[in-house]
């Protein structure tokens, strides 16, 4: 035994069938790991979200910040009246089932004003474009190709530089192909 023997106190006098010696802590809660799993669901989520986001941002697909738009008047295009230029030249191109509507195009384009040297016809060896229309190419040939398609009784004109002439010409060119369509339209 030691020399040093300190005074009992309350401690010593614990009885010893209790089988606890020593100094004693409580214990743990009772870990709840569905709450657990729960946060840390929701947490993953949430960072995977946050990521999709800033990776949306920096790849420009979402403006933070969009510019405001101007609240400038829209001008109108003016209406273009149909007209008779029998100063242009008429390329008719038959692209449809029928080699008749070719002369039947001819007659009719010559009988509205255009003079034999400037209507020009040739036949395609497509046979099958669906829609006959009125191909120009200058916006301010519009006029003049609507009076064609008018002429011919023909619904669908469009700008194209598909049938460009050559540059020597001086002349407006507009170009009829004729399609599928052509027949039903007499």
């Given at each position: 035994m030691p020399k040093n023997r300190y005074p009992d106190d309350r401690f010593d006098a614990v009885p010893r069938d209790q089988g606890r010696?020593?100094?004693?802590?409580?214990?743990?809660?009772r870990l709840r790991l569905g709450l657990v799993f729960l946060w840390a669901?929701?947490?993953?989520?949430?960072?995977?979200?946050?990521g999709v986001f800033a990776a949306l941002v920096v790849t420009d697909r979402i403006d933070l910040f969009p510019a405001t738009q101007s609240t400038a008047a829209v001008t109108p295009t003016p209406t273009v009246s149909p007209t008779i230029d029998t100063k242009s030249v008429?390329?008719?191109?038959?692209?449809?089932?029928?080699?008749?509507?070719?002369e039947v195009a001819q007659q009719e384009v010559l009988a509205a004003g255009w003079t034999a040297d400037a209507v020009?016809?040739?036949s395609s060896d497509q046979?099958?474009?669906?829609?006959?229309?009125v191909y120009y190419v200058n916006p301010g040939d519009?006029?003049?190709?609507?009076?064609?398609?008018?002429?011919?009784?023909?619904a669908t004109v469009q700008q194209s530089d598909a049938y460009q002439q050559d540059?020597?010409?001086?002349k407006m060119q507009l170009t009829v192909v004729i399609g599928?369509?052509?027949?039903?339209?007499?």
């Open positions: 010696v020593g100094a004693h802590r409580a214990e743990n809660p669901a929701v947490g993953a989520i949430v960072l995977f979200l946050v008429v390329l008719i191109l038959n692209a449809g089932p029928t080699d008749a509507d070719t020009l016809t040739v046979k099958d474009f669906p829609t006959s229309t519009r006029g003049a190709a609507l009076g064609l398609a008018k002429t011919l009784g023909l540059a020597a010409s001086k599928e369509d052509f027949s039903s339209s007499e």
